[in-house]
């Protein structure tokens, strides 16, 4: 993984790519960024605008809804494990 840059860094290096006409590779030259990296900035911010790069904390509302739905999943399982333990503790005292 790159070394983690902040949004406002890609935002305004995203800008003086497609604002100020800078070719990739220069910007890749001064910068010491890859053009993959670049192409994959101008990419995001092309599909979310100024909601891109949401960084940490801040997640995009599809991956929030799984995160929640993922921990909503341990929940259950968590009080499916419970309810099991508790069935065979009072059933073992029917016996």
Request: avoid cysteine; aromatic fraction near 8%.
């Amino acid at each position: 993984m790159g070394k983690p840059y902040d949004k406002e860094f890609k935002l305004q290096t995203v800008r003086m790519i497609q604002d100020e006409g800078k070719p990739v590779a220069q910007v890749d030259r001064e910068l010491g960024i890859s053009d993959n990296t670049l192409y994959r900035w101008m990419a995001e911010y092309k599909q979310s605008g100024q909601q891109a790069f949401p960084g940490s904390g801040q997640l995009k509302p599809e991956d929030k809804a799984i995160r929640d739905l993922q921990k909503r999943i341990r929940d259950l399982e968590e009080e499916n494990e419970i309810l099991k333990k508790a069935m065979h503790y009072f059933a073992k005292d029917r016996r």
